[in-house]
Structures are given as structure tokens and as C-alpha cells.
């Protein structure tokens, strides 16, 4: 990627992230929202630590701050446990993300991403994981704002108009059969994403779109919450012990929470968001259906069975736009879950890309012939220790880093990510 791509988007990444907290008040940006969340000055203080880190390790330039990399090392403090670290207050931390912000442009310049023998500058690799990590933790804060008492961010934005009943779920058969599962070796995707290996998928079925709100709804007045029937014992055992009985952010009354607006109407043709994986693989169970692979989910999303393509997102090898998807944080909201027909796959399964992440079957596992790189914290550290696969990203989520082979995951009862799910069965 040219020098020039990348310096513009450090910039444009800098920019949005101040401007998320610019009309955040001094004490809500230092202190603690919720137990699940990182203090929203900390996260400003992470993206220039990492920063800082890793143009250090690329360009062999001292670092700025080298006694705040161990207050920011996310794998070695818990998200709970944060609040309580040194990390700089929201002055000093945006005085950091200044002046690394400056110093990391000067280093670009100079940077060679043309020589295959410098691993971390070559193609610029090393600036592209900096600039998305920084989109990363945008979606990261985005979830604190939303989980903090309203009031504290006050987004400007339009009246919400009447929403039209969206059609479906109806099911899309997909044959299954062979197809190549990951990120080729040729751009940038993470680790995790690779090797691409191949795969072999008996004939299943998914849903068209994403479950909506109304769809959800009719399950919960339907006693979805009550039914020990529709429940794995340990999505049981969670609901019961945290009396859960409706989607985060939902009241008894049939509204709904969103960032400042206390009680907004449920409208039903968004997805329904913010729920656990228990709480959508009982829905899927109460309807006898389950949630698909993350390798199912690939191949809906990616596959091209008519011309034998893996397509990079569902509609081809262009990029993102609100035509095809809802993303980038800027509409503050999912769109309806048959909006965007252009962003259909071949099969015409809609919504893969944005709206809401979703929830896979799958726990997260290396692929085959897996190697950590160029960090081991970023994968690694999280196989083979429950957590669940997300895939398709969401309205908060970053058009640069999103697309058909991209992996995310979190553990099971999590509900404050911008989650839903869609259903699938075997064919």
C-alpha cells in the first residue's frame, strides 16, 4: 500500500477517535462505566501506547513512553481490573496520542515498505496494524458509550422515521461442498485469518437475514426466556443466575435503550442486537434450527458457486459503501435487515457484511498450519478457552477492517458488543 494511503488513513483514524470523545464530559472520559469496559481514557491511552510500541519495534526508534506499555498491556490486565492502574487522565492521554501521532507520521516518511527483508515495514504491514487496531478500539469505545448512563455521549443525529416490517427470515439452501476457508496470502489480514485452507461442507440451509427485533420478540412473549427446553445447560444455569429475561438494553416495557434516548420505540425491522450466544442458540433451538459454522458462514458470505470465486465481500471486490452495508459508526444505528440488496452474496443472503456482528456455532481455533504473527497476544492467547466466533461486523464497526474472512470472537454470555445472530440447519 503506498505510503501516501496510509499516512491519510493514520490521520483520518487519529481524527475520528477524538472526535468520538470531544463532547464527552472531562470525568466520564477517566472513570469506570461498567465492569466490562476499559475507562474510556485508558483506550486513549492504549491506541497511543501501541503505537508507540510497535513503530518503535519497526523503525528501531526509541520509544516515547516505554514505562506505560505494561498500564496498557490488555492481556495482562483484565478490562475489570483497569480502572485501578496508573493510566494517564484524559489530558495526558490526548497530549500522547499527539505527540506519537506526530512522531509515527515522521517515521512513515521515511519508512522503506518495499524491502521483503524488513517484515514489519514491508507493505507496510506494521502501519496497517496500527491503524486498525486504533479502528478496533473505536468500536471498543463505542460499546462503553452506549453502556454508560445516558447522558454521557449525546450524539447528534436525524429523528428516527417509522420503520417498514422487514420479510424473512426465509431460508437460503446452500450445497456445501469445497471451498477455500481464510485470507489469502496476498494484502493484509490477520493471523488468525490464515492459512486459507480448504474445506468440505455438507448441504445446509441459512436464513436470508439477520433475526429481527420483531422476530425476537415473538419468541420472548412466546416464553423464550422460561422454556428450560430450548436451553444448553450452561446457557441455562447463566440466564437463571443473572435473572436475564430480554436483550440487553430492552425494558419490561418493550423499549429500548440507545445511547441518550432512554426509551425508544423496539423498531422491528433492525436486527435484534446485544445478546449472548445462549440467548441466540436458544432461539435458534426453539425453532429447530441452530447457528451456523463460522465455516458456513464464510462460504455464504464469500462463495461464488456459479463461477467457483472467493469474493472478498458478499457483492464482489469492491469496497464498502451504504449502498451494499451499514458501517463506520457515522449512522449511529443498524439499517433494516433486507436494506441493502445490493450487498446481496450470489445466493442472495443479505446483511453479512455490518448492521450487526453475529454469532457462529464455532469456538475460536487456530486453522491448520496456523502461525502467530507478527504478535502472538493478538490470537494466541485466546484459543481453546471458550470463546465464541463473531464474523460480519457491524454499524460501529470500520469499513477498513471488516470483510468475509475477517474473525472476531468473545466469550458466550457477553452482550455489550453490537451482536446478533442469524439461524441456519442442515440440508
Not at 458462514?297 to 458478499?314: F, N
Amino acid at each position: 500500500m503506498p505510503e501516501r494511503g496510509l499516512r491519510a488513513g493514520l490521520i483520518e483514524a487519529r481524527e475520528r477517535t477524538l472526535t468520538l470523545v470531544d463532547h464527552v464530559a472531562d470525568e466520564d472520559l477517566d472513570r469506570v462505566h461498567d465492569a466490562l469496559m476499559s475507562p474510556l481514557a485508558w483506550d486513549l491511552g492504549h491506541i497511543a501506547a501501541f503505537e508507540d510500541l510497535w513503530v518503535s519495534r519497526a523503525t528501531g526508534r526509541p520509544a516515547l513512553r516505554p514505562e506505560l506499555f505494561e498500564v496498557y498491556d490488555a492481556e495482562e490486565t483484565p478490562r475489570a481490573e483497569r480502572g485501578d492502574l496508573p493510566y494517564l487522565r484524559h489530558s495526558e492521554a490526548r497530549e500522547y496520542l499527539a505527540e506519537i501521532g506526530d512522531r509515527a507520521l515522521d517515521a512513515l516518511a521515511d519508512a522503506d515498505l518495499e524491502d521483503p527483508a524488513d517484515p514489519l515495514n514491508h507493505r507496510g504491514l506494521v502501519w496497517e496494524l496500527v491503524l486498525r487496531h486504533e479502528h478496533q478500539h473505536n468500536e471498543t469505545m463505542m460499546q462503553t458509550l452506549q453502556i454508560a448512563a445516558p447522558g454521557v455521549f449525546r450524539p447528534e443525529r436525524p429523528a428516527l422515521g417509522e420503520g417498514e416490517h422487514a420479510h424473512g427470515p426465509d431460508t437460503i439452501r446452500v450445497e456445501g461442498g469445497a471451498f477455500p476457508m481464510g485470507a489469502g496470502s496476498e494484502g493484509f489480514a490477520y493471523d488468525n485469518e490464515r492459512p486459507r485452507h480448504e474445506v468440505e461442507l455438507q448441504p445446509f440451509e441459512i436464513d436470508r437475514t439477520l433475526v429481527t427485533n420483531a422476530a425476537f420478540l415473538a419468541w420472548v412473549r412466546d416464553g423464550g426466556y422460561e422454556r428450560r427446553e430450548w436451553w444448553t445447560e450452561a446457557g441455562w444455569a447463566w440466564r437463571c443466575s443473572e435473572g436475564i429475561q430480554r436483550p440487553r438494553y430492552w425494558n419490561p416495557r418493550g423499549l429500548v435503550r440507545a445511547f441518550d434516548r432512554e426509551e425508544e420505540p423496539l423498531r422491528p425491522e433492525l436486527p435484534v442486537m446485544h445478546l449472548s450466544w445462549y440467548e441466540a442458540d436458544a432461539y435458534a433451538s426453539a425453532h429447530d434450527k441452530r447457528l451456523p459454522t463460522e465455516a458456513e458462514w464464510e462460504m455464504a458470505a464469500s462463495w461464488d458457486p456459479h463461477t467457483g470465486e472467493k469474493r472478498p465481500y458478499p457483492w464482489g471486490h469492491d469496497e464498502p459503501t451504504p449502498e451494499r452495508t451499514t458501517l463506520d459508526q457515522l449512522p449511529l444505528g443498524p439499517a433494516a435487515v433486507d436494506a441493502h440488496p445490493a450487498g446481496a452474496s450470489p445466493l442472495g443472503v443479505l446483511s453479512l457484511i455490518g448492521g450487526a456482528w453475529e454469532w457462529t456455532a464455532s469456538e475460536f481455533e487456530p486453522y491448520p498450519g496456523f502461525r502467530a504473527h507478527p504478535y502472538p497476544e493478538y490470537s494466541q492467547a485466546h484459543f481453546g478457552k471458550g470463546y465464541r466466533v463473531v464474523r460480519g461486523g457491524s454499524w460501529a464497526t470500520r469499513a477498513r477492517t471488516i470483510d468475509a474472512t475477517f474473525r472476531s470472537w468473545d466469550l458466550p454470555e457477553r452482550r455489550q458488543i453490537f451482536v446478533g445472530f442469524r439461524c441456519a440447519a442442515d440440508g
